[in-house]
Structure formats: C-alpha cells, structure tokens
C-alpha cells in the first residue's frame, strides 16, 4: 500500500511540474508581448504615477469591492452568470464601405465592444481594434458574439492615428495589430505599452508612448491630450507595468473625449472643466459588476461622468460583443438609455457597422429592443 501511494504521488508530482512548465512556456509566447526594461523601464520609473514596481490610479483603487473575494467571484462566474449573457440571435450589423469614404464626411463607424473608427477632419482614427474573434489568449473561453465581427483589418483604409487605451486583451489584439502593420502611421498609447509593440517588431519611431496628461501636438489643427483613467493593466501575471489612458482629440472642428475602461471617479470632472465641453464622448458601458465596482462604471455612472465631461452627446461602447461580466449581454444599453433620458442627454447608439455622423444630429433605433 505504501510503495502504491508513493507512486501515486509521484505520478501527481509529475502532472503539477509538467503543468507548469506548460503554463511558464505558454505565458512566453509572442502574443503576450513583454513588461518593460531598460531605458523604457527607467523612464517609466520617473513617472509620479508608478510607485512600488507598478502603475497607479489617482484614487486608491482596489481590484475587488471591499469584502469580496475571488472565491465568490469565479464562483458565480461558473454558476451564477446570467443566462442571457450571450445573444441567442445574431448580432445584427451594417456593412459601411471604409476604403471609400467621402474625405469631407466626420463619422464614427462602431465595430462592438471597444473598438471603432473616425474619420474626422481629414484624419482617419482606430481605437482599440479587435478583429481576431476573442478577447484573451484561449479563444474559446472569450468568444465574440455571433454577427460582431463583421469587419477585418482589409475593410481599413490607412490609418493616421492608431490609439490603445491599455494592453488588456480585448483592447490589444495581438492578431489584429500584427495584421495592421504597415498601415499605420502613428501610434498613441500609454507609458509601457510600446513594448509590446517593440516586441512585434513595429517601428517604435512612430509610437508616442506618454504619461498622463502629456500633450502631443500632431500639427494642423489636430492635439492629444492624454488624460487618466481608473483601472488597470496587465497581459501576464503581472499587473499594471503599462499604463491606463484616456484620450482628449481635438481637431479643427471637433473636441472629442476618448474613454477607455475606467471606473467612476473625479477625474471626469477635471477633465470636463480642464478640456470640455466635447461634442462627443465615448465611454465604456458594460462588464461591469458591483464587484468590481472601482474599474469599471454601472450604466448610471457613464451618464454621470458625461455631464461631469460636459459632454454634448453621448456614445456608450464596450458591450455587444464580448461577455466579459455576469449581467444580461443588453443590460448595459437599456440601463443606460434610462438613465440619459432622465438626464436628458443625447445618445449616439449605432448598430455594428453603421455609419453615424459626428457633426450631425441623429435619430438612432433601439436596435437591440427584441433580441433575445
């Protein structure tokens, strides 16, 4: 019995060692990118918003609400997840023809989830693009949903300005970044970050890799202000060695608010006071949780931080695509258009796809009424 049990233990010795190595040489493939080193790291460590080995939010920021613990989230993770939280029909979504765009038309064109394009000015603009078909490294645990993914890096035309809120995997794409080099002439993104870029062996010339609240000015009319987000970072085990952004874009004719994920705090306010009003704010809606309510915003919070913003219209982004939360998949928009009538304010809610105006005034149907 003895000598039985010893083998046993053995063979489980054997699993959890060839386990790890399996896990350690996983963690080291490409599209993990890689944390900073170097002169990157130095110049990183000179920012007053890293202390300790890492990035931090202006508020303290916990990664679980107070009395929490990841127990009882990966717990209703596996069994209380809403039912409803994938579409059972297919996402539905509009087809525009990017490559031929009248050059005098200023439009957002929404992909689901975080990502999209604007041209604007002249200029043409990507935001977090995500085409690869998930959002973490195995595809099948973050699938998109049926219908959202309609579009791939061919239906882009060159891209001018390419902006990468933070390096989470559904806002990085390893696949789709891969597959816009050469298309892009201008990189903008947080401390840290660019080397994952270096690392996929872009050109780090045309990267602008900055601090919060940091100033690029790119000529003709066209600035970035880059401002502070309440999150995180991280594509490994280890967090927050990049930074989280948001993005004011000012251009000849438009002021535009740029939000990656973030949760509920006041620098909305002093973003609002310091760059408003903008005629467009685009702000995270979705995945979110009370129990992680200090990273990302409850759909009410979103119309909040827009007033704070000063913000004329208002476009809620980062649901319709992937389930990332334990809500509904359409909880996000119908909390959020109750919330900004009794607000008063202006929604733009496009389809996937669909070409909306950023000067203009529209009248958008609530096209996820009905779907299961």
């Known amino acids: 019995m003895k000598k039985r049990i010893k083998k046993i233990v053995m063979i489980l010795g054997v699993i959890v060692v060839l386990l790890v190595v399996g896990v350690a040489i996983f963690l080291q493939s490409p599209s993990f990118g890689r944390r900073p080193s170097g002169e990157r790291l130095k110049a990183i460590e000179q920012s007053k918003n890293y202390k300790d080995g890492q990035f931090q939010n202006l508020s303290y920021t916990p990664d679980l609400k107070e009395g929490v613990s990841y127990y009882t989230v990966f717990k209703d993770f596996f069994f209380s997840k809403s039912k409803r939280s994938k579409p059972k029909n297919v996402m539905p979504s509009q087809k525009t023809d990017l490559l031929h765009l009248d050059p005098s038309e200023n439009v957002i064109v929404w992909f689901g989830h975080s990502s999209y394009f604007m041209q604007a000015d002249g200029k043409t603009i990507l935001m977090d693009p995500v085409f690869s078909g998930a959002a973490s490294p195995i595809s099948i645990t973050t699938k998109a949903f049926a219908g959202s993914d309609v579009y791939t890096v061919d239906d882009l035309p060159e891209i001018d300005l390419l902006f990468i809120s933070h390096d989470h995997w559904d806002h990085l794409d390893y696949e789709t970044v891969l597959k816009l080099k050469g298309k892009v002439k201008k990189i903008i993104t947080g401390l840290g970050t660019a ?15 900055r601090d919060w609240n940091d100033t690029i000015d790119l000529g003709n009319g066209f600035v970035v202000n880059t401002t502070p987000a ?5 594509r490994g085990l280890k967090r927050n060695t990049a930074l989280w952004m948001s993005f004011v874009l000012k251009t000849p004719t438009l002021n535009l608010y740029l939000g990656g994920d973030s949760g509920y705090d006041s620098h909305y306010k002093a ?14 809606c979705g995945q979110y949780n009370e129990y992680w309510k200090y990273i990302h915003m409850m759909p009410e919070e979103v119309v909040k931080a827009a007033a704070e913003l000063k913000a004329k219209k208002l476009m809620p982004v980062h649901w319709a695509k992937f389930s990332l939360a334990l809500h509904d998949w359409d909880e996000p ?36 009424l009905g779907l299961e």
């Open 195 to 209: 080397e994952h870029f270096e690392r996929w062996d872009y050109d780090t010339a045309i990267i602008e890799e």
């Open 333 to 368: 928009i119908l909390r959020l258009t109750a919330a900004a009538k009794k607000q008063n304010i202006p929604l733009v809610t496009p389809m996937i796809g669909q070409k909306a105006s950023l000067t203009k005034n529209e009248v958008f149907t609530e096209w996820w």
């Open 271 to 284: 973003i609002g006071d310091k760059f408003g009003p903008f005629d467009l704010a685009i702000l995270e």
């Open 230 to 234: 309440r999150h995180f970072s991280g």
